[in-house]
């Protein structure tokens, strides 16, 4: 079933949008917004529980026999003063939706409206999955522990993200690994303090760090097959006094990333070999903690590839296939559990400057590609739904 919202679903759409967008929120603190989304819910009559603090499940069910599909959006802003000088900017200062989220939570509550407006001739379950803190700590997880995906069981699931690299009325779709792995790494290297002018009385951390800095970047280079992904970054490095003192101590953090699950976990052993071989060769000491944060998103190749070609048989939308990014997205727990679908939603337009990467406190969307989004999930739950799209 193909259906293009009508001119009265876009105006809401893009209201939601404006409003969302005035009033972000982060991370499990999306108590306004999660309000909205069970407002709008309630006034179409679709039915919603809460769960996961901020998280709200609706369901639309078709009058027609069909599979359960889940549609995801996530709701959570970011910790940034926006300098866009919109009209609807944030009035929240020092928080921003900067990487689209407020979009992702109007287009479902568009789709929940044109599904829900089409129940009669409709196959099939959706769930609207509206899902808090995809930029930290994490809302996929408790949503799926509370059962999100259990009640009733969902067989296959999709989630539209904005993308700045692709113009609006482009959507892109690609098979397999579309985000990366995001792990945390933390190291302190300890020494022994001493004079600058009497290195040989200490033991310096400060050459030691700079050492394991250049030493980790052979996980990347010599280590991994070039032909697979991986990203080792270190992002801070902090120690010492003054200039001179030899400090005794120096802490660094980084990100370690990957798309294939069995090479993100080497990383532990690789990082402490790599550390801890340096570190002793300097005579100093390391303690390195690595934190798991969120696996790859692997998108199902059936589900992409049938998702493609429904919607390049039946709509007018560009479907293209953009390379994967090293980015991190916390829909990998849904894509873990059923087959699911990462599609990457146009948002460029070089003349109104929607050309700012997400993250940005610049960033902005051509908000001409939020009736594509709409389209693209009443198709996908419509689709996968009826058979149209098999899973
Ligand atoms: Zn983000
Ligand atoms: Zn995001």
Known sequence: MIVQPNESVVARVLELRRTIHRRPELGFEEHETAALVERELEALGIEYRRIAKTGVVGIVRGAKPGRVVGLRADMDALPITERTGLPFASEIDGKMHACGHDAHTAMLLGAARVLHGARERLSGTTVLIFQPAEEGPGGAEPM??????????????????????????????????????????????????????????????????????????????????????????????????????????????????????????????????????????????????????YPPVINNDALAENLAVYLREFTKIRVERLSPTMGGEDFAYFAQRVPGVHVRLGVRNESEGAVHAGHSPEFRIDEAALPIGVEVLVAFASGVGDGGIGV
């Open 144 to 293: 799926i522990a509370q059962g999100a995906l259990d009640d009733p069981k969902v067989e296959a699931i999709a989630m539209l993200h904005v993308d700045p690299r692709l113009e609006a009325g482009a959507i892109s779709i690609t098979p397999g690994p579309v985000n990366a792995s995001a792990d945390e790494l933390y190291i302190t290297v300890r020494g022994k303090g001493g004079h600058g002018a009497y290195p040989h009385t200490a033991v310096d951390t400060i050459p030691a760090a700079a050492a394991i800095v250049l030493a980790l970047q052979n996980i990347a280079a010599r280590e991994v097959d070039p032909l697979k992904s991986v990203v080792v970054s270190i992002g801070t490095i902090a120690g010492g006094y003054r200039n001179n003192v030899i400090a005794d101590e120096v802490q660094m953090s980084g990100t370690l990333r990957a798309f294939d699950p069995a090479i993100r976990d080497t990383f532990e052993h690789r990082v402490h070999r790599i550390v801890n071989g340096v570190a002793g060769a300097y005579n100093a000491r390391a303690e390195i903690k690595l934190v798991r944060g």
